[in-house]
């Protein structure tokens, strides 16, 4: 539950591609950043969460953008919303569908117990996609009972842009879990794969779907870190990215 600093706009930009018969490609262009969160749907707390009052209601964090690979007009971003000193009450997502000229907010139903779950905090949201468009999120759900509380490795999936989402699955049962990453396959449908650190058992973990996030497999170590995984600065999402990358280039 690293604090990763990150303001929740996007810029927009578009490209034209370099046309048959060798004409040149006009520049890029970029539209003024956008604020995308807005208002915290938070706002009067969830009182059931434990060290709810710590949150602090609009102070937003860990941003991930991802565009659909299916439909580049579609861009879903994820954030941690109403973050405190030890406390995180949610993760939330925004979906464009139109290149980023308007957004619509949703949450994940279950992630936490301000969307009808039982953990008390979210954070690391990651979003990708696949070839085929499903939109995917990855993410902690931690119960604040210890000052190292165990933190669950939990994933869910969006059929329409990012608009909504079922209660995320649990990938891995709580525990030392830290700096999820999804990556969805840019050439398979419905295939994705998720990995993260274990920092009980010092090693990076990888699950993957091939049925479009509605089944996972049991996590299977990729890496053993020894010491270096137990730092929590550790560059644990950028390693096992590189792995699965290595995985996708073998296939």
Request: charged share 20%; aromatic share 6%.
């Amino acid at each position: 539950m690293n604090l990763r600093f990150a303001a929740l706009v996007v810029v927009v930009f578009a490209a034209s591609c370099v046309v048959p018969g060798g004409a040149t490609a006009r520049p890029y262009t970029l539209d003024g950043p956008r604020a995308i969160s807005g208002p915290s749907p938070f706002a009067a707390g969830c009182p059931s969460a434990r060290l709810d009052a710590t949150a602090i209601a609009g102070h937003e964090l860990e941003t991930a953008v991802t565009v659909n690979r299916a439909n580049p007009r579609n861009i879903v971003a994820s954030w941690k919303q109403d973050v405190g000193p030890n406390t995180t009450r949610s993760d939330l997502v925004a979906s464009s569908l139109d290149g980023g000229k308007t957004w619509a907010r949703s949450t994940i139903p279950g992630l936490t117990v301000c969307t009808g779950g039982t953990a008390d905090a979210g954070s690391d949201p990651w979003v990708s996609t696949d070839r085929g468009g499903t939109v995917y999120f990855a993410g902690l759900s931690a119960v604040l009972s210890a000052d190292d509380p165990p933190r669950a490795i939990v994933a869910s999936r969006s059929a329409d842009g990012g608009r909504t989402w079922p209660a995320p699955v649990a990938l891995v049962p709580p525990g030392l879990n830290e700096q999820p990453a999804i990556t969805g396959s840019p050439t398979r449908r419905g295939r994705a794969y998720a990995v993260w650190a274990d920092f009980g058992r010092s090693d990076l973990r990888l699950s993957r779907t091939t049925d479009g996030g509605a089944t996972w497999s049991p996590p299977v170590v990729i890496h053993r870190a020894g010491r270096a995984a137990r730092r929590p600065d550790a560059p644990t999402a950028d390693l096992a990215q590189r792995h699965v990358a290595h995985r996708l280039r073998a296939r």
